[in-house]
């Protein structure tokens, strides 16, 4: 029997223009710092008007992951998206992005789902519809708050990506920074970690780190892990100057059987505490200017480090 179709829908008017939602809507890979339940994004495939991807999301307070085709229409402003992998109980799921301008100003946020269960039991269909219900809701929030910042997205929303070669084993490196639990040991600007692991892969990392001028920021972490290649993490909390920060530790072959780590991060940045955090007169740029330095230094830092245990050649346990 086929299984029966579902649908859902999930609206929230907003101030903002719809161009500016549907362009954020429209990033995927800066989905991790602006969504709450995004853990990653990875692209498989990207273009113009069509991608697919593959997404790491808490759904109901599990990680989860499934593959995703999408179509971007930014004329009609909608953005049509169709899983082509499912994750249990969910045997197919699909949607739609709405982006209606509103005839007083401002944008009707629209978010449609159509979906099945495998076995079409109704506490199974009540899960999936709980779990669209907290994401949706969460997802539609979390645009209108960025939407609605009084800043453009390109002012609040920075990318950046610090590399390093070195001579030793990427597998010894990824352990590296696999091996968050040992940190306070290894690298001096981590004071503390607190790390489990549950299902294997899957991370929850708490750590203070002492910055620059010596003070000390508490953040905890979700990470997934796909060894040897690459760690994507997302920070549940975060730094006073950020709303929102992502990253992705990536580790792969370079010339001459030599070793490429990138570091990359996506931070949201809440203009309301850059006075409070920078001080009085400080703007949006100097506060991607800090953001920039302290971020990038801390990943350099753990990237030399890195570096220095593969080329050692240790083959510790990690």
């Given at each position: ?94 949607g739609e992005w709405r ?33 669209l219900d907290r994401n ?120 001459g059987g030599t070793t ?59």
């Amino acid at each position: 029997m086929t299984p029966r179709r579902h649908t859902a829908e999930h609206t929230l008017d907003v101030s903002a223009r719809p161009e500016e939602l549907y362009d954020l809507v429209a990033d995927a890979a800066a989905w991790p710092a602006v969504f709450g339940p995004t853990v990653h994004v990875r692209h498989l495939e990207r273009g113009d008007r069509a991608e697919r991807f593959r997404i790491w999301a808490t759904v109901n307070g599990t990680v989860s992951d499934w593959t995703s085709r999408r179509t971007l229409d930014p004329e009609e402003g909608r953005i049509t998206f169709r899983q082509e992998r499912s994750r249990s109980p969910i045997a197919a799921m699909g949607g739609e992005w709405r982006f209606e301008a509103r005839p007083g100003g401002g944008t009707r946020l629209v978010l449609l789902h159509d979906f099945a269960a495998e076995d079409d039991d109704p506490k199974t269909v009540k899960w999936i519809h709980e779990a669209l219900d907290r994401n949706s809701a969460e997802e539609l929030r979390a645009l209108a708050r960025v939407a609605e910042l009084g800043h453009p997205a390109r002012d609040v929303v920075l990318t950046f990506t610090d590399t390093l070669e070195f001579c030793g084993a990427a597998f010894d490196a990824y352990a590296f920074v696999h091996r968050a639990d040992l940190w306070a040991q290894r690298l001096p600007h981590v004071s503390r970690v607190q790390l489990t692991e549950e299902p294997p892969g899957v991370q929850d990392l708490q750590m203070d780190t002492v910055t620059a001028d010596g003070s000390t920021h508490t953040t905890r972490s979700v990470r997934v892990c796909e060894a040897p290649s690459w760690i994507a993490y997302k920070q549940r909390v975060t730094p006073r100057l950020l709303l929102g920060h992502s990253g992705l530790w990536e580790f792969a072959p370079g010339e001459g059987g030599t070793t490429v780590a990138t570091a990359r991060h996506t931070v949201l940045l809440d203009p309301a505490a850059v006075p409070e955090v920078l001080g009085a007169g400080r703007t949006l740029a100097d506060a991607r200017a800090h953001v920039r330095d302290a971020l990038g230094r801390n990943s350099l830092a753990t990237m030399r480090h890195a570096a220095a245990f593969a080329e050692a050649g240790t083959g510790a346990p990690a």
